[in-house]
């Protein structure tokens, strides 16, 4: 099968990177270190029409496909850009599969912003689990027969700003749920870790009103995955961006009357950049084929391409960093900006541990079953 860019997506990618070269995320991103608020990017991410591109067209929406969005938060991954993108993009994704369809005309346009409290579909003996705060994991928030959503979760992405907020809860039965509440009855807590180019928040509800919108296993379900796709694509963008900081500093740097990229040490770290980009890349392209084409798949492909990218992000960042020597360890380079990206987002939702469990569950699986059907 040939994966390849449409010229659609193409002009979409470049689109991209034009929007995000006006403004410089990377000095925002040191500069919210210090406490400075982080660049405004919603009224970019408006005009560019990222905000509807998974609506359908008949709710005002651009009616793309994840692996558009993919290709956006890519751009966002190498500008080190929070544009609030990974939560309104599920939330809507979210709403377009329920009896919601009011809500989207304004979502698509960007003049609300939406949110999502994710929860990780089952595994094992677990039923659907959100972060704790105080770490590890914790039950989805429980929505009562009488529309009242108790719960907390911990490191949700993009709750802090947001007009329109889901929660992925379960009801009297433990059976999932997707519930709509008023932001303004949730306590949002942000928090800034490590990396303060993307917010995150505690979110806690104290018997608060919600409307239930639908039983909505396979929405929250097709959400979370498609969430890890887009941190995947996020952290690729991450990776693309160390390999070319390492490539032009190996160019420019001379040691011994010799740019330290034609020795061996150097060009092996490079090349090893370089294989990390190639197969998060193909994994990310297969996690978005399989959103569009293969439902069936996505949990495989998503775990798969989320997994390769964190990994990728790490090794990128830290190899980045050696290549650069004394300097790349210093305040005044983005080397760290970027680690600090890469560690931070290897945490989130769920987790890079997580999705190679996921992975791992599903080959384990798929051998079960070729093997019993063999046996018969």
């Known amino acids: 099968m040939n994966f390849s860019l449409t010229d659609e997506q193409g002009f ?3 689109a991209a990177v034009n929007a995000l070269s006006r403004i410089d995320t990377v000095a925002g991103a040191r500069a919210a270190l210090d406490g400075e608020p982080l660049p405004e990017l919603w009224p970019t991410a408006r005009e560019a029409g990222w905000t509807g ?18 290709l956006v938060l890519e751009q966002c991954g190498r500008r080190l850009a929070a544009a609030g993108l990974i939560g309104h993009l599920a939330a809507t994704l979210v709403l377009s599969r329920t009896e919601a369809e009011e809500l989207l005309p304004a979502l698509a346009e960007g003049a ?7 929860a990780r579909p089952p595994a ?22 009488d529309g009242r959503l108790t719960g ?9 700003g ?3 907020l889901l929660v992925a809860a379960v009801d009297a039965d433990c059976e999932p749920c997707v519930a709509l509440v008023d932001p303004g009855v949730a306590e949002i807590e942000p928090i800034t870790r490590c990396d303060a180019s993307r917010p995150l928040a505690h979110v806690r509800f104290y018997g608060v009103p919600a409307t239930r919108l639908g039983s909505g296993a396979d929405a929250l379900t097709e959400a979370w995955y498609v969430a890890q796709a887009l941190l995947a694509a996020d952290a690729l963008g991450v990776v693309e961006a160390m390999l070319e900081l390492s490539v032009s500093y190996a160019k420019d740097r001379h040691a011994f009357g010799r740019p330290i990229g034609s020795y061996q040490a150097i060009k092996q770290q490079i090349v090893e950049i370089l294989r990390h980009a190639g197969t998060t890349r193909s994994l990310c392209f297969y996690a978005g084929y399989a959103a569009q084409a293969r439902p069936q798949e996505l949990a495989l492909a998503a775990s798969a ?5 964190e990994e990728a992000a790490d090794y990128a960042t830290r190899t980045c960093i050696a290549v650069h020597g004394g300097i790349g360890a210093t305040w005044e380079h983005d080397g760290h ?4 990206r890469a560690q931070l987002s290897r945490l989130l939702l769920g987790g890079v541990g997580d999705a190679g469990d996921r992975v791992a569950e599903e080959i384990i699986e798929r051998a079960r079953v070729t093997a019993a059907a063999k046996a018969n």
């Open 53 to 70: 591109l998974l609506v359908p067209e008949a709710d005002g929406g651009a009616g793309l496909e994840a692996f558009d969005a993919m």
């Open 162 to 164: 947001a007009d329109v």
């Open 112 to 118: 609300r912003r939406a949110a999502i409290v994710l």
């Open 124 to 145: 094992a003996d677990e039923g659907w689990t959100v972060e704790a705060i105080g770490g590890g994991r914790a039950s989805a928030p429980t929505l009562s027969a």
């Open 12 to 14: 979409l990618r470049e």
């Open 305 to 309: 391409a989320r997994f390769a990218a």
């Open 152 to 160: 907390a979760a911990g490191f949700q992405l993009d709750l802090t």
């Open 337 to 340: 900006l970027y680690w600090r």
